[in-house]
């Protein structure tokens, strides 16, 4: 019998705000809710946007997809350069530089004079290639940006540091503390290598810190730094977690499955509880895109919604940037967004010992190829498989009835292509198991598209259902596409009440599809089914005493939750301690003891392949 990976702590940031404690969630479906369930979301949104708590208007406008504001760059004028031939006209070109300015290879049409306060006069015979500045206004001017006033970069000593790394920093650690149980305290409880880290970047880190920075350095006449090239790697989020937050010498590595790498990297953590070499897993991904070079790369592609072609959608002259994202309509492509999501599973055993609190369980994510295809980019029949076999578990532990208690969780880009491929998808599967209208959300439309963290914007959306009971509206559509198919399907046009802490929904499918073939669907339990499985499986006895501890988890993870409302921003980010080296380990046949760890890293005691010896 398989272990359960049960979902014990979440948290982050994306466009809608922090996910920790459902705030991001409840500023998706604000109208939906009462006073009561908003004051702490708006109050929290305060904090983090520096702003009075009662401005809610402004929160509202400055949250979710809109246009990219002056702090990210400025979008009516955006650096260039152009390459220029200047030609003599019949005369030499003439101009004074500094000495140390000169090229250690002066070209053949130069000639040069010294002068005697270390200028040089150069005289050009000819043409005289240059780089001139210029700007630009982009063609795609929306994104899903961070709340507007939330800098990470301020919550701790992060110098020359890429953003990707900085929201890293802030998500891991809103995850760690929403657990309401001290690390040091999980430790104590487990083998310090039964914790894995799996978390990582699609396109890696491509700020001036790091992968822009490294690239344009020597063309722009700038020296490249030692930081550049090791920051710029997709799987650093990863290693950050491990080496600054939570010292672990545990599995760690980064799956990149392109838009899917948020579920590839669950996958693989979900193998290390169900195999029993992690008892603890962190994933989740961290995506900083908003970058006028991205941009420009995926608008060369003609993925993205440009301004043009989002005001011909409503024949007006200007784009609405706030509708720019609309899934399973007439559209145009998809909106950038930056983001950062980061969960913590535990095996269902150690979940129960130590009291955690159970938001859901992941019995499985399915990973399946396109095979062979015309166009790397476009999409194909991996998608099907994925979703068809997420179903058929679902099936297995929920039944034929349980099954029509579930939605799917879209990946609904807002492209044209995703609206008719993944609706097609959806649709076959929902016929094939004999689900008359299944529910569909697709919550990019709030939050837009962070590539490797989008799979965790969709997974925080489903755990905040099972807390306040609402299916997020696709809220920028007013109405499906002539070319979607819907025979078994029911888009959320508006909020979906699921019942009270949605218990009318027993599951999720999330659904993931990446560039180049990269398809993932994971089955998500919720928290009430979840607790069912494990009273069956531990017997009510074992039920009532995780009860009794996760009365003082909630208080510790309430408190936490507590003092970020309160404006106490902070994050884990232990640089330069605890450090271990060779002589602060030992070495036997039977395991590795740590200076650092309470608990011995056990060797495997029995031959696993005696069956072949």
Sequence with gaps: MKKLPVIVGFGGINAAGRSSFHHSYRRMV?????????????????????????????????????????????????????????????????????????????????????????????????????????????EVTSAAQLPTGFDPSVLYTSRNQPKGLQLTVYGASDAIRSLGIQWSTILEHIDPSQISVYAGSAIGQLDEFSGKGLQQAMLKGGRVSSKQMPLMLSQMPADFINSYMINSVGATGANIGACASFLYNLRQGLNDIQSGQARVIIVGGAEAPIEPNVIEGFKAMGALAEDAQIAALDNTEKANNRRACRPFSDNAGFTMAEASQFFILMDDELALELGATIYGSVPDVFVNADANKKSISSPGIGNYITVAKAMALAKNILGEEGIKQTYAQAHGTGTPQNRVTESHILNEVAKTFNIEKWTVAAIKSYVGHSLGAAGGDQLVASLGVWEYGYIPAINTIDYIADDVYDSNLEFCMQHKFAGNKGENMKATLINSKGFGGNNATGLVLSPQVTMEMLTNKHGQAAIDKHAEKNVTVKAAAKAYDDSVINGELSVIYNFGTDVMEGNDLNITQQGIELEKFKNQLKFEPENPFADYC
């Design 30 to 138: 604000h109208e939906a809710l009462d006073s009561q369930d908003t004051a702490p979301m708006f109050e929290g949104l305060a904090k983090l946007m520096g702003v009075d708590k009662d401005e809610h208007q402004y929160m509202l406008d400055h949250t979710l997809i809109r246009q990219i504001e002056s702090h990210i760059f400025d979008i009516n004028s955006v650096e260039l350069h152009r390459k220029t031939t200047m030609r003599s006209n019949g005369k030499s070109i003439q101009f004074q530089i500094a000495k140390k300015q000169l090229p250690d290879n002066i070209p053949a049409n130069w000639t040069t004079e010294d002068t005697d306060n270390n200028l040089v006069n150069v005289t050009v015979t000819g043409e005289l290639e240059v780089m001139t500045k210029d700007t630009y206004t982009p």
